[in-house]
C-alpha cells in the first residue's frame, strides 16, 4: 500500500495555491492534518511547513484515489495529484490562505503511514499534551504550525544579525566548546579527556576569555552565534545549553557598543516587525533599583516605587522613623483601585517571605488612610505620602519600612505579583552598576558581570564603592543582553582578583593565559552578549524559551526525546579513566 515517490514531482507547497492557481494541475506533498469522509466525498486537509491545503476525492470521477483515501489516518504522508478548483463561496474559509480553493484529486498515493499519535496536534494552546509528553515526540509537536512558525522566526532574526554585523564591518569567529572553564557565575559542564587521563575540559559558560583573546589579537570586531553551558539549578525558564549573540570590539568605549547595539535592535527588532525607537533610553542603575526595586524592571506595569524620607523622617510610628534613623528607608508604590482584604494578607505573608519585617497597606480616603496602621499617623503625614506616589482618592498604597535592598527586593516582587497591563514593549538600558555584590554566605565580594569587567572609582578604596563599567540591555523586564568595557592591563585584572578574593595561584592556574596576555599588547576593548532565545520568544510573544528551540530540556534538564542524560557503561568510564561509585 505504500508507495514511492516514483518520480512524482511536488509542484506547490500547501500553503501556496490561489485563486489565480484554478484550473491548473498540481502535485501537493504533506501530512493529513484531517480527513472527513463523506461517502462518495473524501475531504482531506493536506499539511506541510507552509499551510493547509483542503483535497477532495470523488469517487465518481477517481474511485482509485477514493478508495485509497478511505484508508488514509492522521499523520499518513501523502502525495495528491489533481486540479485546482475554485470553493463554492459557502465553502471558502477565510481562515485558511488557501481557504478559497480546493484540489479535486485524481490520484492519492501514500508515501507512509502512521501511528496514532500520542497527542492531538491541532489542540488549542490551552488544551496542549503535557510538556514532557510532547517533548518526547518532539518531531510530532514541532509539525505543529506555530512551533514552525517561531523557528523560521529565529531563524530571520539570525540572518538579520548576520547582515547587520557583517555591514558594521564584523567577522563571525568560532570558539571552541571544549575549552578551560569561563567564569559566569555557573558550575561548569565537564568533559573528562580520554587521551590525557584524570584531566577534564569544561564547556564554555560563554566565549568571554575567547572573545577577549581575540582582541588582542587583533582581530578587532568579533561575533558569534554562540552555544553556550551552564549547570545551574534550573528556574521554569532556564535551559543549560542556549544561545548567545556574542559581540566584541577593540579601542571603544560605552557610546560605540551602546550605539552598535542600540542599530542592531533596531534593525532585528523591525525584520520581526517591532518598530524601535533609537537611542534607546538609558538608565542609571542607582535611579532604576530605586524606582522598581530591580535593576531589570517591567515598566510598562507603572507602579513606580518612591521614596517616603520626607513624609516619615519625624513620625510618631517608630516602625517608619526608626527604619530611617537607622539607616534604612521607608519606601512605597501606589497602584490604581482596591483589592479584597485577602489579597491584601496574601501580598503580606509574600512580603514576609522575601524577609521584610512586614507589609504596610492603604488606601487613600478623604485625607487620610484607611489602613491598620492610620491610627498611628499624622494627617499630614498620610497627605504628604500619598502626594509623594502621587495616589489619588480610592488608590490603593504599598510601603515597606527596611534596609534599602531588603525594600527594593520586596517592593519589586510586589509590583510583579499585582501586576497589569504590559502593552508593547519596554526597552531600556542600565548602566552605572556597582562593581561588585557582597556574598553574605562566603563573606566576600562577587563581581555583579564577571570579573572581567573594567571598574571605576578609588580602586585603593572599599571595593563596595567601586563601580563597573557595565551595560545591561532590559526588555519587558529581563536582562536581554549585558557587557562591558573590559579590564587591559594585568595589573587592574588582579586588583579585581584580589577583591573577589581569588588567591593569585588560583587566578594563575584558572587564567594564567589570559593574565599573560594581558602583558602583550592588549588593547582597550569591549563587548556584549545577547540572550537570543529569550529575545526570539519575546519577538514571537512565547513565554517559554522551550518554544523557539527546536530541541530543548525539560525543566529538570533532561531530553525525553533521546532519553539523555542517561548511563554509560563500565567500559567508556574505564577508558576514560574513571570510576562509578555505587
Ligand atoms: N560574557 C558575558 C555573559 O555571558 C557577556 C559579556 O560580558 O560580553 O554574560
Known sequence: MIENLNNRERTHSCGALRKEHVGQRVTLMGWCARRRDFGPLTFIDLRDRDGITQIVINQENAAAASAKAKDVRGEYVLAAIGEVVLRDESAR?????????????????????????????????????????????????????????????????????????????????????????????????????????????????????????????????????????????????????????????????????????????????????????????????????????????????????SDLADAFAGSEFKVFSGAIESGGVVRGFKTTGEFPRKRFDELTEQAKGLGAKGLVWAVVEGDGWRSPIAKFLKPEEMQAAAAALGAQEGDTIFVVADDAKVAARVLGELRLAIGGEREGHDLFWVTDFPMFDWNEDEQRWDAMHHPFSAPTGDLDADPGTWRSRNYDLVMDGTEIAGGSIRINTPEVQRKVFDAIGLPEDEANARFGFLLEALRYGAPPHGGIAFGLDRIVALLAGRESIRDVIAFPKTSTGADPLTGAPAPVDQRQLRELGLRQDG
Request: proline content about 6%; glycine content about 4%.
Open 93 to 305: 474559509n477565510p481562515k485558511l490562505t488557501t481557504g478559497d480553493i480546493e484540489v479535486q484529486a485524481t490520484e492519492i498515493a501514500i508515501l507512509n503511514d502512521a501511528r496514532t499519535l500520542p497527542f492531538q496536534l491541532d489542540a488549542s494552546e490551552d488544551a496542549l499534551a503535557a510538556e514532557d509528553l510532547r517533548l518526547k515526540y518532539r518531531y510530532l509537536d514541532l509539525r505543529r504550525p506555530q512551533l514552525q512558525s517561531n523557528l523560521r522566526l529565529r531563524h530571520r532574526l539570525l540572518l538579520e544579525i548576520n547582515r547587520y554585523m557583517d555591514e558594521q564591518g564584523f567577522t563571525q569567529i568560532e570558539t571552541p566548546n571544549l575549552i578551560k572553564s569561563t567564569p559566569e557565575g555557573a558550575r561548569d559542564y565537564i568533559v573528562p579527556s580520554r587521551v590525557q587521563p584524570g584531566k577534564f575540559f569544561a564547556l564554555p559558560q560563554s566565549p568571554q576569555i575567547l572573545k577577549q583573546i581575540c582582541m588582542i589579537a587583533g582581530l578587532d570586531k568579533y561575533y558569534q552565534i554562540a552555544r553556550c553551558f551552564r549547570d545551574e539549578d534550573l528556574r521554569a525558564d532556564r535551559q543549560p545549553e542556549f544561545t548567545q549573540l556574542d559581540v566584541e570590539m577593540s579601542f571603544v568605549e560605552e557610546e560605540d557598543v551602546i550605539s552598535l547595539v542600540d542599530g542592531l535592535i533596531a534593525a532585528v527588532f523591525g525584520a520581526a516587525g517591532v518598530e524601535v525607537k533609537t537611542p534607546i533610553e538609558r538608565l542609571e542603575y542607582d535611579d532604576v533599583v530605586l524606582r522598581y526595586g530591580t535593576d531589570r524592571p517591567d515598566r510598562r506595569i507603572g507602579m513606580e516605587i
